[in-house]
């Protein structure tokens, strides 16, 4: 479904960066979105919907459409094309409604 351009595959010298996918250990490389780094592990949905649990993955891929929506260290509703993978991070998929913190 997803593969990376030719000319991206030529930077794969960039750190390689490991983060934490639903508990499981991920590679990826700095400078990858969090989604295009899900995209390229195989993962094509980060969440389901509130009503009716059907699963949503990123579509628009520029912070408009908000289906790509995953937990990052513990904080919801985080927007995974507009945020740029960091070692050691902690990604779990959204289920359900988004929680409204103040």
């Known amino acids: 479904m997803f593969k990376r ?3 991206a595959a030529d930077q794969a010298a960039r750190t390689p960066v490991r983060i934490t996918v639903d508990g499981a250990e991920l ?4 400078g990858d979105s969090v989604a295009a780094a899900l995209f390229a592990a195989g993962h094509a949905d980060c ?4 009503v009716g649990e059907v699963p949503r993955g990123p579509y ?4 408009v459409c908000y289906d790509c929506l995953v937990i990052i260290d513990g904080q919801p509703n985080r927007q995974a094309c507009m945020t740029l993978v960091r070692e ?3 990604i779990e998929r959204q289920r359900g409604a988004r929680e409204v913190r103040s």
């Not at 590679?27 to 700095?30: A, E, K, T």
């Open 5 to 7: 351009l030719d000319a």
């Open 27 to 30: 590679g990826c490389r700095q």
């Open 47 to 50: 969440r389901d919907t509130a």
């Open 60 to 63: 628009c891929m520029m912070g």
């Open 88 to 90: 050691g991070m902690r």
